[in-house]
């Protein structure tokens, strides 16, 4: 895609330079017309030598067509449009807006925002961290069928991380936690539920999990703090999503909590530039959004 964002550019530029050109920004000067063919014509035979193939062509257009390209469009539109009778103010504002949204859509941004948080527990192999007493899962990756029945999601890593170790005889007893916010959720089963049913259906007898409740990691912190006495001297091990592992391993100590981390749905990766596209995509959108909620934590100690 490297070539297709030069591609793209060139031909932006061109366009903003053509529009200059013409004049349709009103009254400018002979040398800066002159400069703006310069420009354009150094700008059009960019967009020509690195003319797409077919096939980027379509992927393009593909990120082009889906909600986050639209919008995206439309504010390149909006500002090519407010040349005309727009404020210099108003065009900075509006240009500000495009570089924000095209940041925080664009997969190498949100890569690197995500790998910032994930990079302490990068080397810790889950599967390589000994034997535990117990191992927690917070709340999370799990959700409901259109018939009722438990499934796993976006982080359901998390789930299938704890079954794997417990299969493997890496621990005796899983506890899990999480429950639903009826203001927010219309699931009536609560999500320690939801993963005790996927664990049962797997084969771990009942007697070996235990449920926690709690609205968000906090709550779900104070009640894992009640249990204190009993991990007393014992190897306990915290199962959640790397990138969310630095704020529960904070919450707890903040309750005297000392849990062995064990990292898991690993959402960064290396970067190919070449393939990143310069139209936001809802994908970077959502992955930048949940990176940035846990700074955002991080900056009220929640």
């Known amino acids: 895609?490297?070539?297709?964002?030069?591609?793209?550019?060139?031909?932006?530029?061109?366009?903003?330079?053509l529009q200059s050109l013409l004049g349709l920004t009103g009254s400018i000067s002979l040398w800066r017309r002159i400069l703006a063919?310069?420009?354009l014509c150094v700008f059009v035979s960019l967009a020509v030598y690195?003319?797409?193939?077919v096939i980027t062509m379509e992927k393009l257009a593909t990120h082009a067509?889906?909600?986050?390209?639209?919008?995206?469009?439309?504010?390149?539109?909006?500002?090519?449009?407010?040349?005309?009778?727009?404020?210099?103010?108003?065009?900075?504002?509006?240009?500000?807006?495009?570089?924000?949204?095209?940041?925080?859509?664009?997969?190498?941004?949100?890569?690197?925002?995500?790998?910032?948080l994930e990079i302490p527990y990068a080397d810790i192999d889950p599967l390589e961290q000994g034997e535990f007493d117990t191992v927690i899962v917070l709340g999370g990756g799990v959700g409901p069928t259109p018939t009722g029945q438990s499934q796993l999601e976006h982080s359901g890593d998390r789930v299938m991380m704890a079954a794997r170790l417990y299969l493997q005889g890496k621990t005796k007893r899983l506890v899990t936690t999480g429950q639903n916010i009826p203001e927010l959720s219309i699931d009536s089963v609560h999500l320690c539920?939801?993963?005790?049913?996927i664990w049962q259906d797997l084969g771990i007898p009942p007697e070996d999990i235990t449920q926690v409740l709690g609205?968000?990691?906090?709550?779900?912190?104070?009640?894992?703090?009640?249990l204190i006495d009993e991990w007393r001297s014992k190897r306990v091990g915290i199962i959640t999503s790397a990138w969310h592992m630095e704020r529960t391993i904070r919450l707890a100590r903040s309750h005297?909590?000392?849990?062995?981390?064990?990292?898991?749905?690993?959402?960064?990766?290396?970067?190919?530039?070449?393939?990143?596209?310069?139209?936001?995509?809802?994908?970077?959108?959502y992955d930048f959004s949940t990176a940035f909620r846990e700074y955002l934590a991080r900056l009220v100690r929640r």
């Open 215 to 226: 609205r968000n990691t906090a709550e779900e912190m104070e009640e894992l703090a009640k």
């Open 256 to 285: 005297g909590l000392e849990f062995v981390p064990i990292p898991t749905n690993f959402m960064a990766h290396t970067p190919d530039w070449k393939s990143v596209s310069i139209i936001p995509h809802h994908v970077a959108v």
């Open 1 to 17: 895609m490297l070539p297709a964002n030069v591609w793209m550019l060139s031909l932006l530029a061109s366009l903003w330079c």
């Open 65 to 116: 067509a889906l909600p986050c390209g639209l919008l995206w469009l439309l504010m390149v539109l909006t500002l090519f449009v407010s040349r005309r009778k727009a404020s210099r103010k108003t065009q900075f504002g509006l240009l500000c807006m495009l570089m924000i949204f095209t940041a925080m859509g664009n997969f190498g941004v949100s890569n690197a925002v995500q790998f910032s």
């Open 37 to 39: 063919f310069v420009f």
């Open 50 to 53: 690195y003319w797409p193939t």
């Open 193 to 197: 539920e939801r993963t005790s049913q």
